[in-house]
């Protein structure tokens, strides 16, 4: 391949299904392609997404961190979504959360945002004995959670609303590698005096789910 040459990718169900909720557009399309060439990849580099998209990179990424459907692998301090920092050049690499690349392979497949079967597919291969009730619990775990922040003693009621009282813990360590949830350093304060750590609702999840 030549420099400056664009991939194309055979990305319009998954553009279709992302239009649902970012709308029609060529950045739309754009993130498309850069999510259907990195959905069974951990992460892609700058410039990767420059040879797939050309000179939108700016504007795609930008959209991808708001919606949590791609983060930067450089951070300040830890790996919170919060702490992620957002440089866009050579040499940086961005990371796709598992599932969003589980979400994304489902709509390239079906042209729909379905995260509902993409956490089931996710947690069925991560071999968690409680696979079928993960969907549900993640559902409301998005139905409960206001501007997408949840805290740790809600999930624990949600949990036991559901059986599950005795994983709290095993299954919000599953939510945060899954790129589900992800740690609200932001919200220190507020967590201090609700007396529980607080979590951000990954909003490509919820919206899928807020059906």
Not at 70 to 87: A, G, H, N, Q, Y
Not at 93 to 119: C, D, F, K, S
Request: charged share 25%.
């Amino acid at each position: 391949m030549e420099d400056g040459e664009v991939l194309h990718d055979s990305s319009d169900p998954l553009a279709e299904a992302l239009s649902a909720f970012l709308g029609h557009g060529t950045t739309t399309s754009a993130l498309a392609r850069v999510l259907a060439h990195g959905s069974s990849k951990a992460a892609v580099s700058y410039e990767e997404i420059k040879q797939i998209i050309g000179d939108d990179v700016e504007e795609t990424l930008l959209m991808a961190d708001e919606w949590r459907l791609m983060l930067p692998v450089r951070t300040m301090k830890s790996s919170s979504w919060e702490d992620r920092l957002l440089i866009i050049k050579d040499g940086e690499a961005y990371e796709i959360p598992n599932i969003v690349r589980y979400m994304a392979r489902e709509a390239l497949r079906t042209g729909t945002w379905n995260p509902e079967n993409a956490i089931g597919e996710l947690f069925k291969q991560l071999g968690d004995p409680n696979r079928k009730q993960i969907p549900e619990l993640v559902k409301s775990i998005t139905e409960e959670a206001g501007s997408h922040k949840i805290t740790a003693n809600q999930i624990k009621m949600i949990c036991l609303g559901l059986g599950l009282s005795n994983r709290v813990d095993s299954l919000i360590a599953e939510l945060k590698a899954a790129g589900i949830i992800s740690p609200s350093l932001s919200s220190l304060t507020e967590a201090s005096k609700k007396g529980s750590p607080i979590y951000e609702v990954n909003p490509a999840v919820a919206v899928g789910l807020s059906e």
